[in-house]
């Protein structure tokens, strides 16, 4: 019997025993489901043999495929929920330094936090999502900023990790700060680390163009008067009657 699949003639089926590899005869059956994954790879025509009923074609088995996951991807996996706490520092005068601390915990509340927190200023609080390495940032265009502690720590459970920064205005009026949070990730044959950001907050902080001698002297004169200017100039009146 003969039919027309596509372009080819079905043919009778040949024997297990028997298989073709280009008119050649392949060894087993495995040899020519091999040869046939060799073509579809390669973009090639099969020409198969066929029975009555239609073209036999091989079933082609692959392995399942692994979920491959990149390294964001697995720490997003990973990611446990911690607390924040970190201060807003109060007016200072412009040759004065603003200290800002944070501090985070895997385990302590933020009421916690917040009275660990040893600098001046107002008290603010926070959840965030945290991995075991964390880099804390303080940036702002009118302070100069430094780092009192490392910006990248590994957080340890049962110990309280802190940033601290110091930051001196450069100019007077209320001016910003930036702080902001991130997890950080190791990617495999890298020496740094990419950052995914999980807090980030603007701290004003209002600067008096006042200096803090001139503030001393504006906020004291009547004690300084009594205490070194009277006594002063009762001794050089004292002198002078002498004098005379």
Known sequence: ?????GEGKLKAPQS???FRKNNNEFASEEEEIRHIQEIILNGGNIDLPATAAGPTVPT??????TEQLTPEEQTIKSLVKGNIAFNVPPEISIDEVAHIQLLLDLEKSQSQLKQQITVQGEQHSAQIAVYKRMFAHLTGTDFIISNVTPELQLLTRGSTTKWQWE???STEGVHALHLAVSIAIQVDGETTYKLIES???VIKVKVSGISKMSSF???NWQWLWATFLVPIAAWFWKKRQVAG
């Open 167 to 169: 930051a001196k205005p």
């Open 1 to 5: 019997m003969e039919g027309k699949c």
């Open 217 to 219: 002297f504006e906020n």
């Open 60 to 65: 082609i088995l692959s392995a399942p495929e």
């Open 16 to 18: 297990k025993s028997s």
């Open 199 to 201: 807090f980030d907050r």
